[in-house]
């Protein structure tokens, strides 16, 4: 079992940043590298999207919207995953989620709201 926690989000200008933190509480023996770990939003209506993911090797995929402005990063010491926001736009308001998986399992957070004013 696996619980998420994000926090950080919040309302920003256009062209500003936002860190997103995302706090897992693992089962015990549980190894947060396991993990492929992925930061999602949801604009409102529209689908949820990916928009970061690392991978247990360390590898990092972005999605192309924000490819250069945002950068995922996880602290597997401290069970948590980070993404770094910059020049944030309108678009990118929305709902973001922590996600986890593992042998196809997986886990989301709560989401933390993200809101971008022009």
């Known amino acids: 079992q696996v619980q998420l926690v994000e926090s950080g989000g919040g309302l920003v200008q256009a062209g500003g940043s936002l860190r997103l933190s995302c706090v897992a509480s693992l089962a015990p023996g549980g190894i947060f590298s396991d993990y492929t770990k992925n930061w999602y939003r949801q604009a409102p209506g529209k689908q949820r999207e990916l928009v970061a993911t690392?991978?247990?090797?360390?590898?990092?995929n972005y999605a192309d919207a924000v490819k250069g402005r945002f950068t995922i990063s996880g602290d597997n010491a401290k069970n948590t995953l980070y993404l770094q926001m910059n020049s944030l736009k309108p678009e990118d308001t929305g709902v973001y989620y922590c996600?986890?998986?593992?042998?196809?399992?997986?886990?989301w957070g709560q989401g933390t709201q993200v809101t971008v004013s022009s």
């Open positions: 996600h986890v998986i593992r042998w196809q399992i997986n886990y």
């Open positions: 690392i991978s247990t090797d360390g590898n990092s």
